[in-house]
T-cell receptor, first 116, second 112 residues
């Protein structure tokens, strides 16, 4: 079955650590996205990529980094510069044209990151 | 800049009664509009989308939404609520060259 896999489901980070959240899709989608979800805040865009080896910052990119070396994969690193990283992180993908609003996005099941 | 406003953070209905979740958008151009549903600790599932075709859009699970350009609205409705409809709902807007912009969400509670 095609879909998006996010791992791990739960992740705990110590102060000052970098952590990487995995996002893999087998839908052959060109575009991939990372959103952060906080209670009452909705979803806020961190980064997105419309093609391999290219990505754009979203509204809250500070303290995060991404790479897009393969079409199927779009990992997100939460760096120590992100001062309030505790949140639910959602990865999504869409076919080409997703940026033109033609298609909805397919979402993964999310990773809940907690700072301990 | 485009934006999405969900007018109610929480809506409570009784099972079998109608559901109305309100969404207003702001966009310089004709947007594409979406409604998503999220159950606790899960990803988002697409309910329906408007992409400049028919203004009344039917989605899954009996939901529908009407695009009203004059009111810049895209409200989500369902004639009869079911217990399984209890979830969080997100309205989203997209225009060319950008990623989806989401509203802050509306929590729907359904009582028996």
């Amino acid at each position: 079955d095609g879909g998006i896999t996010q791992s791990p489901k739960y992740l705990f980070r110590k102060e000052g650590q970098n952590v990487t959240l995995s996002c893999e899709q087998n839908l052959n989608h060109d575009a991939m996205y990372w959103y952060r979800q906080d209670p009452g805040q909705g979803l806020r865009l961190i980064y997105y990529s419309q093609i391999v080896n290219d990505f754009q910052k979203g509204d809250i990119a500070e303290g995060y980094s991404v790479s897009r070396e393969k079409k199927e994969s779009f990992p997100l690193t939460v760096t120590s510069a992100q001062k309030n990283p505790t949140a639910f992180y959602l990865c999504a993908s869409s076919p080409i044209g997703g940026d033109r609003g033609i298609y909805g996005y397919t979402f993964g099941s999310g990773t809940r990151l907690t700072v301990v | 800049a485009q934006s999405v406003t969900q007018l109610d953070s929480h809506v409570s209905v009784s099972e079998g009664t109608p559901v109305l979740l309100r969404c207003n958008y702001s966009s310089s151009y004709s947007p594409s509009l979406f409604w998503y549903v999220q159950h606790p600790n899960k990803g988002l599932q697409l309910l329906l989308k408007y992409t400049s075709a028919a203004t009344l859009v039917k989605g899954i699970n009996g939901f529908e939404a009407e695009f009203k350009k004059s009111e810049t609205s895209f409200h989500l409705t369902k004639p009869s609520a079911h217990m399984s409809d209890a979830a969080e709902y997100f309205c989203a807007c997209n225009q060319a060259g950008t990623a989806l912009i989401f509203g802050k969400g509306t929590t729907l509670s359904v009582s028996s």
